[in-house]
């Protein structure tokens, strides 16, 4: 059973940074690709980070490139979303999700709350 945990989530000022963990299994971890996703009030749940199978490389929607930073944390079993420079679009729930290999993920933790205030 795929579990995923986040946590991280809360109020900031724009300009401001949060940073987002997903916790799970030391199985799921090693065995599926994590990533974040994220879901604004009346819009569609929309990809934010990720790796690439097989290379490793991280990758990530054009909206966050350059402020947001996906990395994982191999001892704790966990993978955390550095976001920086927040903007006002930002706010949303935000979604850890879990795939294998290439097919689409098709897990998901229960979110965090991310809001931006100006």
């Known amino acids: 059973q795929v579990q995923l945990e986040e946590s991280g989530g809360g109020l900031v000022q724009a300009g401001g940074s949060l940073r987002l963990s997903c916790t799970t299994s030391?199985?799921?971890?090693?065995?599926?690709?994590l990533g974040w996703f994220r879901q604004a009030p009346g819009k569609e749940r929309v990809f934010v980070a990720g790796f690439l199978p097989i290379t490793d490389t991280t990758h990530y929607a054009d909206s966050v490139k350059g402020r947001f930073t996906i990395s994982r944390d191999n001892t704790k079993n966990m993978v955390h979303l550095q976001m920086n420079s927040l903007k006002p679009e930002d706010p949303a729930v935000y979604f850890c999700a879990a795939r294998y290999g290439l097919v689409e993920y098709a897990y998901w933790g229960q979110g965090t709350q991310v809001t931006v205030s100006s």
């Open positions: 030391a199985s799921t971890f090693t065995t599926y690709n």
